[in-house]
Structures are given as C-alpha cells and as structure tokens.
C-alpha cells in the first residue's frame, strides 16, 4: 500500500486524549493538526480500504448471531434561575460525567438496571446507555423506558440544585449574548465564530480537533442558513437570503435567514440512536435499505427542533442545521469553483464535486439480495442519485472479491478525507486493526449505517445496523431526535426494533429511489410536516411504497395504519407480536406505545416541535416577531424538565399517558419484578390478524370524526338552545300583563 509518509514531529501537545475512533476504547493519542494531516490523509483512505478487506474476509461467513440491540440517548445539562427567567449551558459535563460513572462501578448491575455513559461533543452534554445489550424476547422492550427512567434519576442525582436536564433536542440560546456558564465570549481559536466560544467544546482534544480540521478543511469556518419563522411583527431584514456571509456579529443579526457559524449549533444537538446486531451480513445489507426509506418518517414524527440562536424556525427537525454544521467540502467540491489550489493528497483533489455533506441520507441501497436477480430488489433500480466514488478504493475492492455493490457503497465513503488522525496511531497492523476504516466510516453520518463487527472487543459482536434518522458488527443504526418524556423515547426505540423485525419477518420490500427517499427528507424537514386530522394530506413527510408500477405516496398515518394493499406498519408489528405469542402484559404495554406512535402520526397528538412552537406562540412575552427570549426559554426547559419528570402532564403531547415521577433519590433502587402471561396460541391466520388491527385503526379514526362531529352538534345545540331562551324572554316581556 505504499511507503508510511512521514509526519512533522511537532511537540506532543499535554492534552491527549484516550479514544479510539474505532472502538471508543481507551487509548494514548493526540491529534494532528490538519497540515499535519494532509501528510497523511492518502494512506490513512488506503489503508482503511485495506483493513477492511482483510477484515471482511476474516467476519463475512459469520451466521446465526443472536439479535442484541440497545439505544443511546444523548442529554444536556443546563443551569437555570426560574425566578429569574435565565438558563444557560452548564458546563460541567465532564465532571458529571466522570461522577456517574464512578457511582456505576459503586452500584454494579443491580437486577439489570446498570447504565453507560460516554462524552459527547458538548461540554454541556453526556450520552448514556444500558449497561448491557438488549436481548431478542419481546419481553425485553419493556425494559428499555425502565432503563431510560433510571438514567434520567442517576443524571438528575449528579446535578447541582440549580442544574436540569430536559431532554430536548437543542439549545433554545445557543449564540445568543453569553450563553454558558462558566462565562465565556466568541474570539479567535477553533471554530472562529462570532456566536459561540470554544469553551463549550468538550475539552477531549478529538472534538476540538473535529471543529477545526473541519474548518481548514473546507477553508472557511461553517456556514448554516435556516429559515427564519414569518410571524405577524418579524421585521423585513437588510440582508435577504442569498447574501454574502457575514463578517460581523451585527451584520449576521440583520440577515433574513437565520445565520449559524460553529460547530456546536449542528453537533450540540441530541438525538436518540438505536443500534441492532443482525444475524449475519446480508441481513445487516436487507435492514439498511429497508430503514433507510423509513428514516425520513421518523424524522417527522419526531419532530423536535423548531429554534434555533434564539429564534422560531420554519423548520422542524435538527438534520439540516447538523449537515451544515460538519460540511468540510471544499468550495469546488460543493460546486463553486474558486480556483483555489488544494493539496494533491486530499480525497478527488479536493476539487471532486460531492452533492451532499458527509452528514446527510444515504447516497445507495447496498443488499445484493439474490444477486440482482429480482427486478424488485435489484439495488440498481432504485439508486438514481448522484454518489461518486473514489476510483482507486473502487478497484481495489473489487479486486479482493467484495461484491460490485458493497464496493461502490464503501468507494462512497471513501471520498472523504478522515478529519482526525492520531500521531500515535498512523503506522498499523493491517491484519488485526481497522483504525484507519473505521476513521473514515464513522464520519459519515448517514441516516442509517452499515456497521462491520469491531476488530476487537472483550466479547462477541456481530453484524449491525445503526438508525440514525430518528442518528464494529452485522449492524444497523438509526437516529432519531430525542423527546421530552421516557415514554416517548421508549415508544420509538421498541417501534423501530419491532419494524425492523416486522422487515425480516415479512420480507418486507419497501424499497423506493433514493431521490424519493431525498425528497421524503426535504418534506421532513417542513414546519409541522407530522401534519394534523384537518389537513393530513397537506404537505407533509411521505413514505413510499416500492411497488412494479411505480411508487405511491402515503401520508404518515398511512404509513402507520396502511392504506389499500400497503397494511401499515402498526398492524404489521402488532399481528408480528401475537404470532410470535407475546404474553400479555408486554403486549398491552407495546399496544400502548403503538397507539401513541398512531395518535402522533395522525396529528391527534403533537410532535415536541409543534408542542414547543405552540408554547412560545402562547408565552406573554412572545411578541409575535419570531424572537425567543431569554424569559421564554428559561420557562420553556423549564416546563420541558418537569414533564421529563412526570411532575407536569403534558395532554397535547401525551394524550392521556401518565409519566410516574423520576426522582433523584430513587436512582440507584431496585426495581420491582414484573408478571407476565402468555397468551393462547394464534389461531386465526396472519391476513386475518393484520386485516383486523388495521381496521381496528380505522375505526378509532372513526371514532375519532364522529367525536369532532358530536362536539359540533353540542355547540349547535348549546347556540339554538340559548337562542330558543332569548326568544322566550322577549316572548314574557312582551306578552300582555
């Protein structure tokens, strides 16, 4: 693979940080400054091409693993006067964070109730997860909310008095006046913003180095443009979309987009992640397309990011702000020639046209399910977008038997540069580290990912798939953006669980072109795009069905309850649930979550986005000009922290679901044991069971009409009856004494 290059020996900086990019184990390193970099980026892409060829030989025949899934919820931590009406970013998530983790190891895994907890960018920020994987009983979907309660007490017992933490998407006042505590102001450094300092960096150097290589990456420091909310009193702006960027503070605050420039608008934003080990690699391929069209109807019905830098957006969701936020294409990689000369050793040049950020949707199907015999599953027939490869990686892959459609998917991902190499891991042992892979895979932040079993790891892993829409193994990972309750987060994650084994089980063809899925991502990302019952058919996210004649478009609740031959995912996971002979108690429990996700896809109930749009709307010091006060966000994570607690209901965003409270002082408690019954045996047929949970969905929509329809007449009825009233007394006053 050619000769090591060498690196300039600059002095080790003090801070080393001891993360590995692959496995997130421990490890001695600092990273290289981006000049540094460019030295080596060349042999970092090949020998990550190279690693994963030896070590796909190595994992490929892997069969008959067991499903293992779990979730990662990521939490900020905020320091609050409520008399006062303030918030700010508390930074002092490191030290929270080092404090949980000793309390776990102190309280060891009492009846299964262990937590993980894992930096994030933000030094605001924490990530936590089960202590241990979830296993393949549906049993076990009911101990995920368990989990998540217990991570939220833990969390809350390791705040100061004056600390919260909602589980909200962003930060209402990122960039806005000084917006952390300790105090700090914007000034030259990492990310050069005119908003944000980098003290609410994580203070490991691997971030750091992420914010800055990004920036001299691209030759610029990030540029995110959102689209401000038109209320009745927002003001016309000076500077109309389109302008130049700005150069001054002032000049940013006169745009009429809302204008972003660092990092931590994008990656301080949390989401909840859902991660499953697959039986093997082509059943990791089958559920990353599959997920993949499903992950932009996630996004929508998860919809949790309606400000941002202290204002109402017209969008709902945190994908695009994210995007932005790593965008390290330079200007002619992004389509704007500059002419600027780029250094020969970057990936195309560093002039090679690359349609989307290296966090976006995906760009290819990769199941090679019979070979691309059958015209219905053919990848080839439904990857229409644009997704250039790098050619070299291309041939070199083929040429070590990876499969022509596998290959082009990684020869994708190799058009990237990695942005954090580490000094002292450069110079590796092909065959038993995938360093340098792993580098350049896990910083495409795709809407799902394919993940390889890890290289090395203390136990077995298998093949994954991660959900990231919603944000190694045979795996798969999907994200979603994370809500306000344990409840909600809980419905989603054993949802998306549920579907993807509701995928398997059925043989499930959702497939749709990925421009589609594209647009499916814009429609996302549209103000109250969940929709409601009086205009569900208005613009909102769509999914489509793959289907011979073409592809049909479905609103969300159709998606949900079906609609003609497409039976709807609900009904499809609850007739999963019973031919599987699901006991009793967790099927009342999953039916709960199901009917949630119904009410929510129907717009019965709101997405937090519309519940938080609606809060501010309603707030008296809202001055109908788009503007979030400091007031107004402080009682917002306010409000958005006690009904996380289950202190405070929330009816327009639950419905009628009760959050028992999370208290600090229960943190660390055992946990009852639960009963369970099992159901009698499936007698009815499968077409039977779906026929009738779908019709049992239309008939709560119906119930639902005739409702609405009842209240009509009650009001007609209450008018007419106060109407007949008034005509009787003047019929008396009149009436001969």
Known sequence: MGVLPRVSQRPTSSLQQRISPATGFLVDASPLDWEDSLEVVKYVRQHGIEQFIRHYRRVEAIEGDMLRWGDELEYGIFKIDEQGHSVRLSLRAPEIMKQLRQREEAAGDSAGQSCAWMPEFGSWMVEGTPGQPYSGYAADLLLVERNMRIRRARLLAALAADEICPTVTAFPLMGVG??????????????????????????????????????????????????????????????????????????????????????????????????????????????????????????????????????????????????????????????MDDGAARHPEMAGGGVKRLPKSRYDSISSFICDHLGGKDEQTRTERYNDVDAPIDEEALQTLLDAGVDAVLARHLAHLFTRDPLVVYRERIELDDDTETDHFENIQSTNWQTVRWKPPPAKSDSHIGWRTEFRSMEAQHAASLSLQVQLTDYENAAFTTFVVLVSRVILYFNLNLYTPISCVDENMRRAHARDAGGDMDSKRDSRASASCGRTAGVEELSLYEVMVGRGEFKGLVPMVLTYLELIETDSATMSSLSGYLDFIVARASGRLHTPARWMRDFVCSHPDYRQDSVVSERIAADLLAKCHRIGLGVEAAPALLGDVVIPEVRAKDAYAAADMGDSHRLSRISRSTAELMASHQFRYQLQERRTRLQASEADLRKKWEKTRHELEEVEAQIAFLSPK
């Open 178 to 335: 000084s917006c952390s505590h300790p105090p700090a102001d914007p000034k030259p450094g990492l990310s050069e913003s005119l908003f944000v300092p980098d003290e609410v960096i994580n203070p490991a150097p691997r971030f750091g180095a992420l914010v800055a290589n990004i920036r001299r990456r691209r030759g610029s420091k990030v540029d995110i443009w959102m689209p401000r909310f038109a209320d009745e009193k927002t003001p016309a702006f000076e500077r109309h979309a389109g302008c130049p960027p700005p150069e001054t503070r002032a000049e940013a605050l006169q745009m009429e987009e809302v204008y972003m420039d660092a990092m931590a608008f994008g990656m301080g934003c949390c989401c909840l992640q859902v991660t499953f080990q697959t039986r093997n690699v082509a059943e990791s391929r089958h559920l990353f397309d599959q997920l993949a069209v499903l992950a932009p109807v996630m996004l929508a019905l998860t919809a949790a990011t309606p400000i941002a830098r202290g204002v109402l957006l017209d969008t709902d969701v945190r994908w695009d702000i994210i995007a932005q936020s790593v965008d390290d294409r330079t200007p002619a990689e992004r389509g």
